[in-house]
């Protein structure tokens, strides 16, 4: 005689169907695609706050969890409260599954932020910007042009500069609007003065306006910005307009450890190369209390910039981003929300399942 089977309850069907999904899901965000919301404006108009997208794990492939104690589909906090959702209590060795592509010059990645130094390196917030210098690249942005290894660089298609716009009367919200400009890309100074930030388009379409009497860019051509700070930009006479030469570091790469080098890359090695005794002192550098002449990167650097260039903090201020904060590609939108528009109004339907270039 068969033996019979007890069937499940309602309740344990319902916990077990939920087990999977919660198992499937992390599963797929760690392996495969994790979703992404744009929060601020530093990618616009390429990526519009609201725009909902997937990034892509497989591309340069999956990077196996460095702190795997941690309450699944989390990331720094338990949802809702100020409770840390991991513990560091273990912390595994960095290590990549092979991907499809390296990280290739002008993509638009999702890292963890580099200078966010109080989380694991996993665990770190995630940024989106786009990889405008790989390993072994120099870069150099002159009144405002970036330039790669000497060459003009590509120009994103929706990149943004700021513009002092001048005009004879006070433009209306509904004004701008017309012009794709919206509330939270312009400034009033004062009356018939304003700060736009806009594509080139935008701008010529601006110019050719009756109301416009001036459009001015608003490039940075003297003086150091103290707020780049893993490098003295004051001292360099460096700012977001006028900055570098600057190489990317990359893994394998040997320095001289002179006084310049010791400015430009102490912070990158005595933050990100896995050392622990690390001081830059008199332009010297010592590692475990003994001076160093030369320095091998153990790793591949990026040099990563927003495509709303004068509205965005990135490699400019805080330095590079070391290969084992690369969390993936950026690869298409699934939904955009306009904050500014109510009910239907809110969908930007044309952007919905488009890709990311």
Same mark, same amino acid.
């Given at each position: 005689?068969?033996?019979?089977?007890?069937?499940?309850?309602?309740?344990?069907?319902?916990?077990?169907?939920?087990?999977?999904?919660?198992?499937?899901?992390?599963?797929?965000?760690?392996?495969?695609?994790?979703?992404?919301?744009?929060?601020?404006?530093?990618?616009?108009?390429?990526?519009?706050?609201?725009?909902?997208?997937?990034?892509?794990?497989?591309?340069?492939?999956?990077?196996?969890?460095?702190?795997?104690?941690?309450?699944?589909?989390?990331?720094?906090?338990?949802?809702?409260?100020?409770?840390?959702?991991?513990?560091?209590?273990?912390?595994?060795?960095?290590?990549?599954?092979?991907?499809?592509?390296?990280?290739?010059?002008?993509?638009?990645?999702?890292?963890?932020y580099p200078v966010?130094?109080?989380?694991?390196?996993?665990?770190?917030?995630?940024?989106?910007?786009?990889?405008?210098?790989?390993?072994?690249?120099?870069?150099?942005?002159?009144?405002?042009?970036?330039?790669?290894?000497?060459?003009?660089?590509?120009?994103?298609?929706?990149m943004q500069y700021?513009?002092?716009?001048?005009?004879?009367?006070?433009?209306?919200?509904?004004?701008?609007?017309?012009?794709?400009?919206?509330?939270?890309?312009?400034?009033?100074?004062?009356?018939?003065?304003?700060?736009?930030?806009?594509?080139?388009?935008?701008?010529?379409?601006?110019?050719?306006?009756?109301?416009?009497?001036?459009?001015?860019?608003?490039?940075?051509?003297?003086?150091?910005?103290?707020?780049?700070?893993?490098?003295?930009?004051?001292?360099?006479? $460096?700012?977001?307009?006028?900055?570098?030469?600057?190489?990317?570091?990359?893994?394998? $790469?040997?320095?001289?450890?002179?006084?310049?080098?010791?400015?430009?890359?102490?912070?990158?090695?005595?933050?990100?190369?896995?050392?622990?005794?690390?001081?830059?002192?008199?332009?010297?550098?010592?590692?475990?209390?003994?001076?160093?002449?030369?320095?091998?990167?153990?790793q591949n650097y990026?040099?990563?910039?927003?495509?709303?260039?004068?509205?965005?903090?990135?490699?400019?201020?805080?330095?590079?981003?070391?290969?084992?904060?690369?969390?993936?590609?950026?690869?298409?939108? $699934?939904?955009?929300?306009?904050?500014?528009?109510?009910?239907?109004?809110?969908?930007?339907?044309?952007?919905?399942?488009?890709?990311?270039?």
């Open positions: 005689m068969s033996k019979s089977t007890k069937k499940k309850s309602a309740a344990r069907e319902w916990g077990d169907a939920l087990i999977f999904a919660v198992v499937a899901a992390s599963l797929i965000r760690w392996l495969l695609l994790e979703p992404f919301t744009i929060p601020t404006a530093s990618m616009e108009k390429s990526l519009l706050v609201g725009d909902f997208l997937f990034v892509s794990k497989m591309h340069y492939g999956t990077r196996f969890p460095i702190t795997p104690l941690q309450v699944p589909l989390t990331h720094q906090k338990v949802w809702g409260t100020e409770i840390p959702s991991y513990s560091d209590a273990i912390q595994i060795p960095y290590f990549r599954l092979p991907g499809f592509s390296d990280v290739e010059r002008n993509d638009v990645v999702v890292f963890n966010e130094f109080q989380y694991p390196t996993d665990l770190k917030t995630n940024y989106i910007k786009r990889a405008v210098g790989i390993s072994g690249d120099v870069v150099q942005i002159k009144s405002g042009d970036l330039f790669v290894n000497d060459q003009p660089a590509e120009i994103p298609q929706e700021s513009y002092d716009v001048t005009t004879n009367r006070a433009l209306t919200e509904d004004f701008l609007k017309d012009y794709d400009v919206n509330p939270d890309s312009y400034m009033i100074l004062k009356d018939g003065l304003y700060i736009v930030f806009a594509t080139d388009e935008v701008i010529k379409r601006l110019e050719s306006s009756p109301v416009v009497t001036s459009v001015t860019k608003r490039i940075m051509n003297t003086g150091g910005e103290s707020e780049i700070t893993f490098l003295d930009g004051a001292k360099l006479g $460096w700012n977001r307009d006028n900055y570098g030469p600057l190489q990317v570091p990359q893994e394998g $790469w040997t320095i001289e450890m002179n006084s310049d080098n010791v400015m430009r890359y102490a912070f990158t090695i005595e933050k990100y190369e896995g050392l622990e005794n690390v001081e830059a002192k008199d332009g010297q550098l010592f590692i475990d209390g003994q001076k160093v002449d030369s320095y091998t990167f153990k990026y040099f990563m910039m927003g495509d709303n260039r004068h509205d965005s903090l990135d490699s400019r201020y805080w330095g590079f981003v070391p290969e084992d904060h690369i969390v993936g590609k950026a690869w298409f939108l $699934w939904l955009s929300l306009d904050k500014h528009e109510s009910m239907f109004s809110k969908i930007r339907w044309s952007r919905i399942f488009n890709g990311i270039n």
